[in-house]
Nanobody, 124 residues
Framework: QLQLVESEGGLVQPGGSLRLSCTAS????????TGWFRQAPGKEREGVSC???????NYADSVKGRFTISRDNAKNTVYLQMNSLKPEDTAIYYC??????????????????WGQGTQVAVSS
């Protein structure tokens, strides 16, 4: 059974940091593109970052320089390190995967498998 499990999010003060993880079971994460998405209240889901099976990464303009995506193949886990968090980063964050041989990855939401989502709140 293919499953993606995100780590627990949390409440962080503006300027703070948080690392989310996405662990796969039932398949090898390194053979897929993994993306992080978020959905804020009243807004559409948006792509945040992705990492291709070759390790190439892509970021939304809104998080460039603040967020870093990485993958640990030994742990079958993808991470999203979020620094300098802002209140507008408040959202439910989802990881998702899709099969692709491309060296690049996209932030469109045409992904096959999704995690359950985890809440991140940035507030003082």
């Amino acid at each position: 059974q293919l499953q993606l499990v995100e780590s627990e999010g949390g409440l962080v003060q503006p300027g703070g940091s948080l690392r989310l993880s996405c662990t796969a079971s039932g398949f090898t994460l390194g053979n897929y593109v993994t993306g992080w998405f978020r959905q804020a209240p009243g807004k559409e889901r948006e792509g945040v970052s992705c990492i291709s099976r070759w390790g190439n990464t892509n970021y939304a303009d809104s998080v460039k320089g603040r967020f870093t995506i990485s993958r640990d193949n030994a742990k079958n886990t993808v991470y999203l390190q979020m620094n300098s968090l802002k209140p507008e980063d408040t959202a439910i964050y989802y990881c998702a995967v899709r099969s692709s041989l491309s060296s690049q990855c996209g932030l469109d939401d045409d992904y096959q498998y999704w995690g359950q989502g985890t809440q991140v709140a940035v507030s003082s």
